[in-house]
T-cell receptor, first 111, second 115 residues
Framework: SQQGEEDPQALSIQEGENATMNCSYKTSINNLQWYRQNSGRGLVHLILIRSNEREKHSGRLRVTLDTSKKSSSLLITASRAADTASYFCATDRNAGNMLTFGGGTRLMVKP | ETGVTQSPTHLIKTRGQQVTLRCSSQSGHNTVSWYQQALGQGPQFIFQYYREEENGRGNFPPRFSGLQFPNYSSELNVNALELDDSALYLC??????????????FGPGTRLTVL
């Protein structure tokens, strides 16, 4: 079963706009990770945030984590058509890489 | 490219058959995890192998089994295939297992269709 939910399930925006995706989870975690997947192929690791961190940045990506609400958000700024993909959050309870994934957000960025 | 390879890319089987999927880990990685991703859903953790021993298992029946070899390549075996086994199967390799985080790298997946 999935650990949590992602919201929205699908998002369509214009190039240059920001995209925000939210993730909720159910149990305590060691870290939370965000992945990207193009056309049902392999997953690409985007960013990891540890349970004692509240915010992290990597290039155009910004991730927040609220452990009291068991939720995280991924913000992609100044989106590009190449950002079109599915984005998944995944929780890791003990840093052992046995990940529990959400259902994903399908992002479409229109040129 | 993550350095993790999987074979075959696509596979079609019929219900009741057995299938073996293969994964070659990134060089130096001693941990491999397998995931099942049904169409339109997120991946689900099947099991993990660390230094040739099963190190953890998700909510999958015993007909899903695995092996990890001394060179850390890995196999996923599924017996008595069911229609619901149709999915993308992903393997991921990393160094170490637990306590300290090490980034996990995913392969491109094997798409299994059960007819």
């Amino acid at each position: 079963s999935q650990q949590g939910e992602e919201d929205p399930q699908a998002l369509s925006i214009q190039e240059g706009e920001n995209a925000t995706m939210n993730c909720s989870y159910k149990t305590s975690i060691n870290n939370l990770q965000w992945y990207r997947q193009n056309s049902g192929r392999g997953l690409v690791h985007l960013i990891l945030i540890r349970s004692n961190e509240r915010e992290k940045h990597s290039g155009r990506l910004r991730v927040t984590l609220d452990t009291s609400k068991k939720s995280s958000s991924l913000l992609i700024t100044a989106s590009r058509a190449a950002d079109t993909a599915s984005y998944f959050c995944a929780t890791d309870r003990n840093a052992g890489n046995m990940l529990t994934f959400g259902g994903g957000t399908r992002l479409m960025v229109k040129p | 490219e993550t350095g993790v390879t999987q074979s075959p890319t696509h596979l079609i089987k019929t219900r009741g058959q057995q299938v073996t999927l293969r994964c070659s880990s990134q060089s130096g990685h001693n941990t491999v995890s397998w995931y099942q991703q049904a169409l339109g859903q997120g991946p689900q953790f099947i099991f993990q192998y660390y230094r040739e021993e099963e190190n953890g298992r998700g909510n999958f029946p015993p007909r899903f089994s695995g092996l990890q070899f001394p060179n850390y390549s890995s196999e996923l075996n599924v017996n008595a295939l069911e229609l619901d086994d149709s999915a993308l199967y992903l393997c991921a390799s990393s160094l170490g297992a637990g306590a300290v985080y090490n980034e996990q790298f995913f392969g491109p997946g094997t798409r299994l269709t059960v007819l």
